[in-house]
Structures are given as C-alpha cells and as structure tokens.
C-alpha cells in the first residue's frame, strides 16, 4: 500500500507539471479521479483522470436527423427499378409487340435517373436505363455544369414503340420496339432555361451538346444527332444495340 501511494503521489506530480499543449489522453466531462480505484497498471489513466479536461469524442447525430435520412434512402429503395436507387420508376415486366420482332421482356417505366426527371416516363429495358445513367453522370451533367445552374430534366421524344426504322415501310423494327433506345430532345436547367437539339446544335451552347453526343458512344451502342441524318437533327437518338465494330456514332 505505501508503495501504491507513492506511485499515486508521482503521477499526481507529473499531471501537474504537464505543460498545457501535453498530448496525453484527456478524461470527459464530470470526471472526478478521486472516485476512480486507482489501478497500479494504468499510471497514465490515472494522468489523465487528474488533468479534468472535456472529451474530444464527436457527439452523436440528433435522433430526428438520423430519422429523416433513413426515411429518404428507403423511399429511394421503394421506388427504384433495375436494382439502382438512382433509377427511379415502376417495374413493367413483359410487353408483347404487335408485330413480330417486338416486345420487351422484362420492361420498367423510367421517371428519373440520378435525379434528372424524364418529361415522359420512358419503358425502356434496364440495360438501356443503367446506360442512360452513365451517360447522365459522366457526359450529360458535367457539359451542362455550367448552364442554368445545371440540369434537371430531359425532354424525352420517343422510347418504346413497335415500329420500323424511321417509320419506313419494309425497314428493319426499331430498337425502340426491342425496349432498347430512348430519344431526347431538349434539356431543362434548374433556373427554367432549356436547350434543344433543333435551335442549340449551332449556338453559343452547342458545345455542350457536342460533348455529350460525344459522350454517350460508348455507354450506348448506336448514338445518332444532327449530322447522321434528316431524321436525327432535332434530337438525339441513344439505343444499346450491338454492333461488330463497335459503337456506332454519328
């Protein structure tokens, strides 16, 4: 026991001499060392009951923030297709085609992705939709980061429909009657300012348009805009078909 008060009396000494920027380990708030049983094999806890000082711990999140955050990330869950939160929308499941080479076997009906908003829900498949995500987070957003205070929308001019290339008769079906392709035609920014394919290709902004047609060849396998053709000048046509060569993008 003399022994034991002896090596309290040192430490004791020790913590008061400790100058003010000491790194040692401070004891929380409220701590009194004089009710701590003192413990011959932590002479340094015992230091830095003595020194008084408040814990540097991080308090905890408020409940009702914690609360509200996870309410959000299950309404994300809730309403997600393709197994992806950023895909918002509804599970559609098979749509047959009226005519042969149609149909989609395991559709959904796309409102949103990664938080841009589709002014029509597209039914699309997911490949095309998880195309139109990378698409949307590595081409669309950045081009536009600095327009409008960035995007919201997308103007969607066509998706799932069973007919032929350009409509023509005797054509090959579209890969929009496979679920495959989704057509845009204009872009809207959080301040209300939209672009066109049709008036902005040519303009001050056209760059930006530029570079995201340049971007997506690559996440899609066929990418078409106003230099391909008459069909394609006022939008751009995005569709996941493979080709032997490689993407096609004109």
């Known amino acids: 026991m003399?022994?034991?008060a002896l090596v309290l009396l040192v430490m004791a000494g020790l913590a008061s001499a400790a100058p003010d920027t000491s790194k040692r380990p401070v004891a929380r708030a409220g701590t009194d060392a004089r009710n701590v049983e003192p413990s011959p094999s932590a002479p340094v806890q015992l230091a830095a009951f003595?020194?008084?000082a408040t814990s540097l711990r991080p308090s905890?999140?408020?409940r009702a923030i914690v609360q509200r955050a996870m309410a959000r990330r299950?309404?994300?869950r809730?309403?997600?297709?393709c197994g992806d939160p950023d895909l918002q929308g509804d599970v559609v499941g098979f749509v047959p085609g009226r005519i042969n080479g149609c149909g989609v076997k395991e559709a959904v009906r796309l409102k949103s992705v990664s938080?841009?908003?589709l002014s029509q829900h597209a039914v699309i498949d997911c490949p095309t939709a998880k195309a139109l995500k990378r698409w949307t987070e590595k081409g669309a957003k950045p081009a536009l980061r600095n327009v409008g205070g960035g995007l919201k929308s997308y103007r969607v001019a066509?998706?799932?429909a069973c007919r032929t290339r350009n409509n023509r008769p005797g054509a090959r079906i579209s890969e929009h009657g496979r679920g495959k392709a989704i057509d845009i035609s204009g872009f809207v920014m959080q301040d209300g300012t939209t672009l066109t394919v049709l008036n902005d290709w040519n303009s001050r902004n056209g760059r930006a348009l530029k570079s995201m047609h340049k971007a997506a060849c690559g996440p899609f396998g066929t990418v078409l805009g106003p230099n391909s053709d008459r069909f394609h000048r006022d939008h751009f046509h995005f569709d996941t078909a493979k080709h032997r060569g490689g993407a096609y993008c004109r």
Not at 78 to 81: C, F, H, L, N, W
């Open 78 to 81: 809730k309403g997600q297709v």
């Open 158 to 160: 066509a998706h799932y």
């Open 74 to 76: 299950a309404e994300r």
């Open 60 to 62: 905890l999140r408020p």
């Open 115 to 117: 938080g841009v908003a």
């Open 50 to 52: 003595a020194a008084g």
């Open 2 to 4: 003399k022994a034991l």
